[in-house]
């Protein structure tokens, strides 16, 4: 059903507001409409993109929960987090994060969501790793979007270790697999 400006605005507006992590492409398709005219709307109204958006959800959700490190140094963006049970990030690879000749991401940066997310989950303010056992299962590619999903697999009290299994998907295609022997501090 085609609706005006004003109205799709408003409609746009209660949409963003329900579900901030919508993309351009859905808004479209629900309002039958281009996504550059998404945009434009979205651009009138001063709602951010997609990307900022999820910041900015996570930094309000999130700031107060993580104790480990600093949210800002978390690499890629937490959108899900359960103190000592789980968490998911999500990383966008851009250009900067990819070889020029090929495209394809450097390791470094999918093994540093993995590890910084596997920090971030502990509730903690001390988060270290002990020990990592990776696998990379592909290779990622500039402008893919790779969601890692940390689970707290074991919580050691003795040794002050907990282990966080880590699993990294592009789509629904595992491309990064991790165990993480993390050292917190005996007194949380």
Not at 145 to 168: L, M, W
Request: aromatic share 6%; net charge neutral.
């Amino acid at each position: 059903m085609k609706r005006n400006k004003r109205e799709r605005q408003q409609l746009l507006t209660l949409t963003i507001r329900e579900n901030p992590f919508i993309t351009d492409d859905e808004l479209a398709e629900k309002f039958s409409v281009s996504v550059q005219t998404i945009r434009l709307d979205r651009l009138e109204l001063s709602i951010p993109e997609l990307r900022e958006r999820i910041k900015t959800v996570a930094e309000k959700r999130f700031d107060d929960e993580v104790r480990s490190l600093p949210l800002d140094e978390v690499i890629g963006e937490i959108i899900d987090m359960e103190l000592d049970r789980s968490a998911i990030s999500i990383f966008d690879v851009k250009e900067e994060h990819v070889f020029k000749r090929n495209r394809i991401a450097r390791g470094h940066h999918v093994f540093a969501q993995a590890n910084s997310l596997a920090v971030a989950v502990i509730n903690d303010e001390l988060a270290l790793t002990a020990k990592s056992s990776i696998q990379f299962k592909r290779q990622v590619k500039q402008n893919e979007r790779v969601i890692a999903k940390a689970k707290v697999t074991k919580i050691d009290e003795g040794s002050g270790r907990t282990f966080v299994e880590v699993n990294s998907f592009v789509n629904s295609e595992l491309v990064f697999s991790g165990e993480f022997e993390m050292y917190r501090s005996k007194n949380n």
